[in-house]
């Protein structure tokens, strides 16, 4: 009968799943204004560069300002009052010892002066607030506000990204969550110089989004070097690769065909070819799995 020998080898023990992904940036924010108003003028635009505390947006200020304006003439004529009452002191704490004049009159012209004077630093910070400045260097995402737009107090109105603070964010099956922590992944990013970026799982989202059932995922990128930090781009698309052990390492699989495989009393064997003598000898194996042409043992 003719026979077929061949020469077999271990096979590797790793199963590769690949899922899309999405180059984001680990910090993001959504800010807005501290007071609310009419935005006056808008200042940055989309994707747009920023440093931190360059403003972004400015509202209408013609209202803080006269605030700010009565506030000041308050405090003006409070103080005038203050300084008339040091000036009687002396002669009011005689008159407080005669009982003639109360001690809260002259108590009540401090506060006066005090309260009038907060709230200039009241209307001063309001002032400053009509600008909406940025709180890190970064870059913007996304504006939702134009000027001449009434807009509330903390509404948000900007969304930015830090600058050079990148991961990569995949939607994980309900099927390969559990096993996540234990598997590497790595990414191939369209754009950029290296074939491969090594992937750090920072953090799984604990529920599942409602339209797809799956897992929001966020991987930390490991020693990127600068030239492809530069390369990078938020919204760059990934190909992420989970690879994840199907056997532990003692076991070494072999794929051979399928008709290779025989039963000897219910004990699985091969035919093994010695080298040095040409003599048959028949090696049990233990099956790892079949195919549709070959097993795995």
Do not use: C
């Not at 992420?240 to 064997?269: D, E």
Request: glycine share 6%.
């Amino acid at each position: 009968h003719p026979v077929l020998v061949m020469t077999v080898k271990s096979q590797a023990t790793t199963e590769t799943r690949h899922l899309p992904g999405v180059v984001s940036s680990r910090y993001a924010t959504e800010i807005g204004f501290q007071a609310g108003g009419r935005i006056g003028k808008r200042l940055v635009e989309v994707g747009q560069v920023v440093r931190q505390g360059q403003a972004l947006l400015k509202l209408d200020a013609s209202d803080y300002a006269l605030a700010l304006s009565a506030a000041e003439d308050q405090a003006a004529a409070a103080k005038v009052d203050a300084d008339q009452a040091n000036l009687d002191q002396q002669r009011f704490a005689a008159l407080v010892v005669d009982g003639a004049v109360s001690v809260a009159d002259n108590e009540r012209q401090k506060a006066r002066a005090l309260q009038a004077s907060r709230q200039v630093q009241l209307a001063r910070n309001q002032a400053r607030y009509a600008t909406l400045v940025a709180p890190y260097d970064g870059v913007v995402t996304a504006i939702r506000a134009e000027a001449g737009q009434v807009v509330g107090e903390g509404q948000p109105i900007v969304a930015m990204a830090r600058a050079g603070e990148f991961e990569i964010v995949v939607d994980i099956p309900e099927a390969l969550v559990s096993g996540l922590a234990k598997q590497s992944a790595q990414a191939t990013i369209a754009g950029t110089a290296s074939e491969r970026f090594a992937l750090t799982l920072r953090e799984v989202a604990p529920a599942a989004s409602q339209p797809l059932r799956t897992y929001r995922a966020h991987f930390s990128l490991r020693d990127v070097s600068p030239a492809d930090r530069a390369q990078l781009r938020l919204g760059m698309t990934a190909d992420v690769s989970l690879i994840h052990a199907i056997h532990s390492a003692a076991i070494k699989p072999t794929r051979i065909p399928a008709s290779a495989l025989m039963q000897v009393q219910g004990q699985s064997s091969v035919w093994l070819v010695q080298a040095k003598s040409s003599r048959l000898l028949r090696q049990p194996v233990r099956v790892l799995g079949y195919d549709n042409e070959t097993v795995s043992v």
